[in-house]
């Protein structure tokens, strides 16, 4: 059997994705900015949902690259432009962030003096949570993100050209560096964007549940684009079903991990029974926050763990593509229970429903294009990575 | 020590390729029993030997789950129903807080059930050996050489077809393993059964002087134990013996006062009734004289006991002699006793005394009344009643 034949042919995109990123954005942005004109608040809310979604899944595809080159893994080298792409939104965040701190007095509490002037935990806590230090940390924490964005996919794509193993080298290096300032920069934009939505309240586990949440929902996303370019032949010919098994086992060991984590947080809050912690749990358990806190345990647990449980489940693209999909989908959730409960304006009904995801679908619409734009550009398989080779005769 | 029964033919190769191609190529011919040996997992190994998917996963997951049960029911019969106790002001079912128990118990029963399930499927327990243990051929696989054995007992077997087979895949070497001899140890043998027998009395012997003399220790009783004297125990320290001592005399207990006429004929001076004649104080002397008193004076006194002819009749309490008598001289006869009555001190206290020959006084008072004494009585009931 040879494999002369079965080279990698670089193949445009279809036209009809950038159409259908392009509607999304459109659709998404007039429901965003309806909501903005009946409820500015929350819709600030809805665009910080949005915002810290598209955060995720762009910070959890950076991580995936850093894992991939400090484990000198080589099983997910055939797929890395996936990730690549996806990350290439973390410069872009500079610019969503901006409607954001042009409206932190809108979005949070501490960033009152008169009210954190009167609190005796707000006025201890003034010297982290205010708003120069604030900006300031999310200009550093973007821009840290985004220089190793620009130094990991450069000599990425470099390496299509000049085939220089060296790059990889460096790129094992930067990783290294790379893992414990992601470590310390997640943890603060989790804190940042969402736990200091409620000032008063604190959990040390916040950051890596965050992170849990959020690496999963980059692994769904990166799982369905592949499964969806290996069906229409985008990717190499040589990639078959087993190469998507990681892909699966990964979604299922984060899944896991993040309802660890998720348990681990509310049971140590739970069984204390300290109020000063308890509160933030009561608060989402009122009305029907009830449904979507024990929807949580279902959703973003126990439904994708019985789909992955077993072994062909995580190489079978279809259950993949459900299953991806219904990730991404529990991500959503998982933010909008973070996030939404600490809206304060009062308005409500049907009309708020019927406007509150348009961000969400803004954003969703803005990662196809992004991707569909980086696709144009770049090969979808790193031509010149060493490992390639390797990775395409990964077996299990 | 092997018999000459062949087990299979093993043959040794230097690469993992050769040995998957190898693999791929025994497959290819029809051979069912045969088996790969390497030093590590092989990426691809189980493709070309077309293996199925495993069903230890079955058993692990059927054992992980009955694990969840077993713990979950067993908290909520123990927490629940068996002996339920709020800890922390969690409800008995306190589901959040057995969540990491059914967890551990979950993973300890699907690894346990995996391991011995393991050792079922594959090693065929309870037998522990293999006709390739202690072979060089299973020493090499075990080193840096990659290895496959075709067994004897595959339908299509031929000793020279499957030498060839190797030889053709260029095979570094050819073996053939026999099956051992099967050695067999009489475990029954009086030697080895009086070793145990010994082993026994001296570990056991040896343990309980250990535990009982040597390292003793008092386990912690809660302070049950002091060392003190209790009221009602011996003691060494008095010469009686006793751990109690008497009071000293002329001692008087708290809220008692001693009748100063005790045993005396009369008394010198009678006591005046210090209680007032109240509703309360009638229905205690009521309730203590029918109690303590009817049995023998009867239900108003009349002498008419319910002993019939048992014991003596008392006489009237209406007599005139008893009505003439101050409250003081019926209080000297309950305490002190007359004739065949006994003293009642014991079973009427001071105040139920007094407030007994108050009781009396009425019922003197009720039989002895002149007709005049019951018309304003009446008036005055009827007044109280009627407006």
Not at chain 1, 34 to 61: E, K, T
Not at chain 2, 303 to 322: I, T
Not at chain 2, 358 to 373: D, M
Request: glycine share 6%; net charge positive; with cysteine.
């Amino acid at each position: 059997m040879s494999h002369h034949d079965l080279v990698y042919q670089k193949k445009n995109l279809p036209e009809s994705l950038k159409r259908l990123g392009s509607i999304l954005v459109v659709v998404g942005l007039v429901l965003g900015v309806a909501g903005f004109i009946f409820d500015a608040q929350r819709a600030l809310f809805d665009y910080l949902l949005a915002y810290v979604f598209i955060m995720s899944i762009a910070v959890g595809s950076l991580f995936l690259i850093a894992l991939e080159y400090l484990a000198g893994a080589d099983w997910s080298t055939p797929i890395r432009r996936i990730p690549e792409f996806l990350s290439s939104l973390i410069p872009i965040l500079f610019i969503l962030v901006i409607p954001l701190l042009l409206n932190l007095r809108s979005i949070f509490e501490w960033s009152h003096p008169d009210v954190t002037s009167h609190d005796k935990i707000l006025s201890g806590k003034s010297p982290y949570l205010n708003t120069t230090f604030f900006i300031i940390r999310t200009l550093v924490t973007v821009g840290i993100w985004s220089l190793f964005y620009f130094l990991f996919i450069g000599n990425s794509r470099k390496q299509d050209i000049s085939k220089d193993q060296l790059l990889t080298k460096k790129n094992n290096k930067l990783s290294a560096a790379f893992m414990p300032i992601f470590a310390i920069t997640i943890t603060i934009s989790a804190i940042d964007w969402m736990m200091s939505l409620e000032p008063h309240w604190f959990s040390t586990i916040f950051g890596i549940y965050f992170f849990a949440g959020s690496f999963v929902a980059a692994l769904a996303a990166i799982t369905l684009a592949t499964v969806l370019l290996k069906e229409k032949g985008h990717l190499h010919p040589r990639m078959n079903n087993e190469h998507l098994f990681s892909l699966g086992a990964l979604q299922f060991t984060f899944i896991n991990f993040w309802a660890y984590i998720a348990f681990s947080q509310f049971m140590l809050i739970w069984y204390a029974n300290l109020p000063e912690e308890t509160f933030w749990f009561i608060g989402r358990w009122g009305g029907y926050w009830s449904y979507i806190s024990l929807g949580l345990i279902f959703i973003h647990f126990l439904v994708p763990y019985a789909v992955l449980l077993t072994q062909p489940a995580k190489m079978d693209p279809k259950r993949l593509k459900f299953i991806s999909i219904w990730i991404l989908f529990a991500h959503v959730l998982d933010l909008y229970w973070l996030i939404m409960p600490q809206v304060h304006s009062a308005k409500a009904g049907a009309l708020t429903i019927l406007f509150e995801f348009g961000f969400i679908i803004a954003a969703l619409g803005g990662i196809i294009l992004v991707f569909y734009f980086n696709a144009k550009k770049q090969n979808l398989v790193p031509v010149g990575d060493p490992k390639l080779e390797k990775g395409l005769n990964f077996r299990l | 020590m092997s018999t000459n029964k062949l087990f299979g033919i093993t043959a040794l190769f230097n690469t993992p390729d050769e040995l998957v191609h190898a693999a791929a190529k025994v497959n290819e011919l029809g051979y069912k029993n045969y088996d790969v040996h390497t030093p590590y997992p092989l990426h691809g190994m189980d493709s070309v030997m077309k293996l199925k998917p495993s069903k230890l996963g079955y058993i692990t997951l059927s054992f992980g789950l009955s694990g969840a049960a077993f713990a979950l029911l067993f908290m909520y019969w123990a927490m629940s129903l068996d002996y339920p106790m709020i800890i922390g002001g969690k409800p008995f079912f306190a589901l959040p807080a057995f969540v990491p128990i059914t967890f551990e118990v979950t993973v300890l029963f699907a690894t346990l059930a995996t391991v011995i399930g393991m050792l079922a499927f594959y090693f065929k327990f309870p037998s522990n050996s293999h006709p390739l243990h202690d072979t060089p051929y299973m020493k090499a696989v075990s080193g840096d050489k990659y290895g496959v054995c075709i067994e004897a007992d595959d339908k299509i077997f031929d000793s020279e077809k499957v030498k060839a087979l190797f030889n053709e895949l260029h095979a570094k070497e050819i073996s053939e393993v026999f099956y051992p001899a099967i050695e067999v140890a009489n475990i029954f043998e009086p030697k080895f059964i009086t070793l145990l027998v010994l082993i026994g009395l001296l570990t056991s012997g040896a343990t309980y002087v250990t535990l009982n003399k040597l390292i003793y220790m008092t386990p912690f009783d809660w302070m049950m134990n002091q060392n003190k004297v209790n009221a009602q125990s011996k003691s060494l320290f008095y010469a009686d013996g006793f751990g109690m001592r008497k009071p000293v005399d002329g001692t008087v207990a708290r809220n008692f006062i001693p009748y100063e006429y005790k045993g005396l004929a009369a008394p010198v001076v009678p006591l005046s009734n210090p209680l007032t004649p109240t509703n309360e104080v009638l229905n205690l002397g009521k309730k203590r004289f029918l109690t303590f008193c009817s049995p023998c004076h009867g239900n108003f006194g009349d002498g008419d006991s319910r002993l019939r002819g048992q014991f003596p009749n008392p006489p009237s309490l209406h007599s005139e002699k008893v009505r003439g008598w101050l409250d003081g001289n019926i209080y000297h006869v309950i305490v002190n006793g007359q004739n065949v009555m006994p003293s009642y001190s014991s079973q009427l206290s001071r105040d139920e005394r007094w407030a007994v020959i108050h009781y009396i006084r009425a019922l003197q008072k009720a039989k002895n009344a002149s007709p005049l004494e019951i018309l304003e009585a009446k008036k005055e009931t009827s007044s109280n009643v009627a407006p």
